[in-house]
């Protein structure tokens, strides 16, 4: 009898356990921990700031994994010995035969001065909540989307946050009233995806009359004044502040020293396996370097993936079989555009010299593509 545990019911966490429990006969224990009760989907967070989801709607109470004979533990991770094959939570101590970390990425507004009282966090639920109200008596005027630092995850989320707040002020017929500009360190959107596609978006930015302001580094955010401050650049003014915050590797894997100094943790890029025997990580916690020196972006899709590899082979090599499934680097995103329109870009972020992804051409099936798989989540995974 062998003992998995999996830290983390997110994205990569939650499709590993599934997947292992298929694989493997009962008399294997996977035991599935998040000090979070509920499993959150994060890419309704945009729909939802829209009013077009209620937040209960996009969530699931994680224990539901154990009507699939998967234990779930809802306790904070503290501590992960990989010498004693030990994982500390706030009250108890589990030992592993194999260990899947999926940590995801901790959010840091605090490390941006003035940035935690200041507008809004799109990446966490209850800010986004607010924000859906606030917009409701939104009148129009200046709207400031600010990526804070890299790398952040799903790269496409804030463009996305763009497109459809234009099409939001437009149909409340104050669009002409607003400037909509977005801010980020990055040279072009959504870098990894290469510049090409990243001229594409810019340019469809521009055709929607949303600013682009590359290579802008967030320094401070003055609330009372309503200014933002960026390295070497004039002060800027808002109304509506929606930023995306610093994120650094989870604090356990930082105290755990099992991570570099930003708490990602290594691992080699088609296997996920950590330094560590029996350790993999996958999903926002992994860090993994293309041939090109970049790092992989940050979002679920590699996280599912890596999931699946991870799974396949920690039950091969329990049932004395190949282990021998690779992560190829393959993915895709939805880009939602508004006006029922997405974008949708896929490839190979693997490949040499640089990633092979193509951007398919903007229309409906995109966003009802993106609409489906939303419902296919929660059937599949729960
Ligand atoms: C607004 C938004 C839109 C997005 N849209 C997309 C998209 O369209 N496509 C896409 O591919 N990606 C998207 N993403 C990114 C995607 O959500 C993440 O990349 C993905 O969830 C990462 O999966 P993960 O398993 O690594 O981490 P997570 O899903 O973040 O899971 C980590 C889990 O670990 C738990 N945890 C952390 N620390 C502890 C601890 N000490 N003790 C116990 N539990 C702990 C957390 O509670 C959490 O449940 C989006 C993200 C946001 C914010």
Redesign the pocket.
């Known amino acids: 009898m062998k003992r998995i545990l999996i830290?983390?019911?997110?994205?990569?966490?939650?499709v590993a356990a599934n997947e292992l429990r298929k694989k493997l006969s009962k008399e294997h224990k996977i035991i599935l921990?998040?000090?979070?009760d509920k499993?959150?989907y994060?890419?309704s967070?945009?729909w939802l700031m829209l009013g077009k989801r209620k937040a209960q709607k996009i969530q699931k109470p994680l224990k539901l994994v154990k009507r699939k004979g998967i234990d779930f533990v809802n306790?904070?991770?503290?501590k992960i010995l990989p010498e004693k094959k030990i994982v500390k939570?706030t009250r108890n101590e589990f030992d592993y035969d194999y260990l899947i970390i999926?940590?995801?990425?901790?959010l840091a507004p605090e490390n941006i001065k003035g940035l935690s009282n200041a507008g809004y966090n799109?990446?966490q639920l209850e800010d986004?909540e607010r924000l859906r109200d606030d917009l409701k008596k939104f009148k129009g005027e200046k709207v400031s989307i600010v990526i804070s630092s890299l790398p952040f995850?799903?790269p496409?989320?804030p463009y996305?946050a763009a497109f459809l707040l234009d099409e939001y002020f437009d149909k409340k017929g104050v669009r002409e009233k607003t400037e909509i500009s977005i801010f980020t360190p990055e040279a072009l959107p959504m870098p990894a995806a290469g510049p090409k596609n990243g001229e594409i978006i810019k340019s469809m930015l521009e055709s929607r009359n949303i600013r682009f302001n590359p290579e802008t580094q967030l320094v401070s955010v003055d609330s009372n004044k309503k200014e933002i401050q960026f390295k070497d650049k004039t002060p800027v003014n808002y109304d509506l502040l929606i930023f995306v915050p610093p994120h650094k590797g989870?604090?356990?894997i930082i105290n755990s020293n099992l991570g570099n100094e930003m708490g990602w943790i290594p691992v080699d890029k088609n296997t996920l396996k950590t330094n560590h025997n029996n350790i993999f990580a996958?999903?926002?916690?992994?860090s993994i370097t293309l041939s090109s020196g970049k790092p992989l972006s940050?979002?679920?899709?590699?996280?599912?993936f890596e999931?699946e590899v991870v799974a396949d082979n920690i039950a091969a090599e329990i049932k004395r079989l190949n282990a021998d499934k690779r992560y190829d680097g393959r993915?895709y995103?939805?880009l939602e555009l508004g006006y029922g329109k997405a974008g949708f870009a896929g490839g190979n972020f693997y490949a040499e010299p640089v990633p092979a992804i193509k951007m398919r051409r903007p229309g409906r099936l995109w966003h009802l593509g993106?609409l489906l798989f939303e419902k296919y989540w929660f059937w599949k995974w729960f």
């Open positions: 830290l983390g019911g997110g994205t990569g966490g939650l921990i998040d000090r979070n499993h959150i994060a890419p967070f945009l306790e904070e991770i503290i939570t999926s940590l995801g990425a901790e799109l990446y986004v995850k799903c496409a989320a996305e989870p604090e356990v996958i999903g926002d916690v992994a940050k979002a679920g899709v590699f996280a599912h999931a993915a995103c939805f993106k």
